[in-house]
């Protein structure tokens, strides 16, 4: 059974910084290219982050570029969402998601798998 947990978001001031965690189990990890989508309330789900499989290969939102870093440790079957300069626009539940491909997948119906989510809330 595969699941992806994430951890790591909170309450947090306007201009902070966090780290989203994601740890996975029940799949062959570094085979499986993973993402970050974020849904706020009354909105859709939308993307955030992605990597390729072998952590080489990274691509951002336009609303998140240079505040946001993906990374991952295929050793310890984890990826990771560095924010930094948090915005009054970033709140929201954000959650990983596994796609079973060595690409980069920017879009949700790619992938296959999903955690339930952390929430972030951004204090002004």
């Known amino acids: 059974q595969v699941q992806l947990v994430e951890s790591g978001g909170g309450l947090l001031q306007a201009g902070g910084s966090l780290r989203l965690s994601c740890a996975a189990s029940?799949?062959?990890?570094?085979?499986?290219?993973m993402g970050w989508f974020r849904q706020a309330p009354g909105k859709e789900r939308e993307f955030v982050a992605a990597?390729?499989?072998?952590?080489?290969?990274?691509n951002y939102a336009d609303s998140v570029k240079g505040r946001v870093t993906i990374s991952r440790d295929n050793a310890k079957n984890t990826v990771y969402l560095q924010m930094n300069s948090l915005k009054p626009d970033d709140p929201a539940v954000y959650s990983c998601?596994?796609?079973?491909?060595?690409?980069?997948?920017?879009?949700?119906?790619?992938?296959?798998?999903w955690g339930q989510g952390t929430q972030v809330t951004v204090s002004s």
């Open positions: 029940g799949l062959t990890f570094g085979f499986y290219a």
């Open positions: 998601a596994g796609g079973s491909t060595s690409a980069v997948l920017t879009t949700e119906r790619w992938y296959s798998y």
């Open positions: 990597i390729g499989a072998s952590g080489l290969r990274t």
